[in-house]
Nanobody, 122 residues
């Protein structure tokens, strides 16, 4: 079993920055990522890191967000810069047994954290 705990969500003004963290415990996962869901919207992929360290980003955050992982501490990060009001959402950490978690396949994700809220004001 894998347990994921996110932190770092907050309310910020547009143009600001936040860093989300996800502490992972347990075994059996090979890839991780960040997803988000705004009220009334479907969950969407933000960024993923696969088993070999390859990174993927959604077009909406490319160039502004950076995903990284501290393998020694089993912590996944999401550095978010130049935040926009449309980035406001609940952000979820995800882990999967598959070697490469897909941004577009949130329904197949094996493990989810409880979420951390990010609110960006204009």
């Amino acid at each position: 079993q894998v347990h994921l705990v996110e932190s770092g969500g907050d309310s910020v003004q547009g143009g600001g920055s936040l860093r989300l963290s996800c502490a992972a415990s347990g075994y059996g996962y090979n890839s991780m990522g960040w997803f988000r869901q705004a009220p009334g919207n479907e969950r969407e992929g933000v960024a993923t890191i696969d088993r070999d360290g390859r990174l993927s980003y959604s077009d909406s955050v490319k160039g502004r967000f950076t995903i990284s992982k501290d393998n020694a501490k089993n912590i996944l990060y999401l550095q978010m810069n130049s935040l926009k009001p449309e980035d406001s959402a609940m952000y979820y950490c995800a882990a999967d047994r598959f070697s490469a978690l897909r941004l577009t396949n949130w329904r197949a994700v094996d493990y989810w954290g409880q979420g951390t809220q990010v609110t960006v004001s204009s």
